[in-house]
C-alpha cells in the first residue's frame, strides 16, 4: 500500500508560478511511475503529466512548456513545477502512483494509488 500527499496549492495571479509536491510512503516508490491530474468543478478529471521510474517526462498538451514534473527518489516526492499560469488552470490536483513504472499513462484507471488532492486557484 502506498500513500501519497499531495501539497503547494494555493491562490496564485495569472503569470504565476506554483510547485506541487506529492510525498509518498513506502520503500517502493523509485519503482513507480507517478501520474499528476486535475478536476474541475463540474469536469471529469484529466492527464496533466507522467514521471516514469525512469524519468521519462510525458505532459497534456494544454500544459507541455509550462508545466514540469520532476522526482526525488531520495525523499520518496515528486514534483509538479508550473509556471505561466492560466485562470484555465484552475482545479484540484492530484497525485497517483502506478506499479507498472514505465509506458505512457493517461487514464485514471492506469493508477493504483491516489493522494488526496490540493486546490489550485489562478485569478485573473
Known amino acids: 500500500q502506498v500513500q501519497l500527499v499531495e501539497s503547494g496549492g494555493g491562490l496564485v495571479q495569472a503569470g504565476g508560478s506554483l510547485r506541487l509536491s506529492c510525498a509518498a510512503s513506502g520503500r517502493t516508490f523509485s519503482t513507480y511511475a507517478m501520474g499528476w491530474f486535475r478536476q474541475a468543478p463540474g469536469k471529469e478529471r484529466e492527464f496533466v503529466g507522467r514521471i516514469t521510474r525512469i524519468s521519462g517526462t510525458y505532459y497534456a498538451d494544454s500544459v507541455k512548456g509550462r508545466f514540469t514534473i520532476s522526482r526525488d527518489n531520495a525523499k520518496n516526492t515528486v514534483y509538479l513545477q508550473m509556471n505561466s499560469l492560466e485562470p484555465e488552470d484552475t482545479a484540484v490536483y492530484f497525485c497517483?502512483?502506478?506499479?507498472?513504472?514505465?509506458?505512457?499513462?493517461?487514464?485514471?484507471?492506469?493508477?493504483?494509488?491516489w493522494g488526496q488532492g490540493t486546490q489550485v486557484t489562478v485569478s485573473s
Open positions: 497517483a502512483a502506478d506499479r507498472s513504472g514505465l509506458g505512457v499513462r493517461t487514464g485514471v484507471v492506469g493508477y493504483d494509488y
